[in-house]
């Protein structure tokens, strides 16, 4: 699997993919960074046709996703922070060619709640 910044992938021996949301220090919260590698580890794990299940997890225990990183959300307008992370990403997970589960310890606020 590639090296992503803000989000660890593993893909174990009966063909799961475990992406693990790993901004626990921000309690997982969301930035354009994270929608990049997810959406990176979507069309990577997508095209290799043998994935049986992608769970999506949260680092820390804290939190699963905090919701949008609110330093981030100051610096874009509220329709391209919707427009990019809950269309396009929520479509694209919508998608995905296995079925996909979310793994809840801790918060889900916002954008995690959606995404769960």
Not at 6 to 11: D, R, S
Not at 51 to 78: C, N
Request: glycine content about 10%.
């Amino acid at each position: 699997m590639s090296d992503y910044e803000t989000i660890l992938l593993e893909v174990d021996e009966a063909d799961v993919a475990w992406l693990t949301f790993n901004r626990p220090e921000k309690r997982n919260a969301l930035d354009i960074t994270m929608v990049e590698d997810v959406r990176a580890a979507l069309k990577s794990l997508a095209g290799e046709g043998r994935i049986r299940a992608l769970v999506f997890r949260g680092a820390g225990g804290k939190a699963f996703i905090s919701g949008a990183d609110i330093a981030q959300l100051r610096e874009r307008t509220h329709a391209d922070a919707l427009g990019r992370i809950n269309s396009d990403l929520f479509r694209e997970i919508e998608r995905f060619p296995a079925p996909t589960i979310a793994c809840l310890q801790g918060w889900a606020l916002g954008g995690g709640c959606e995404l769960a």
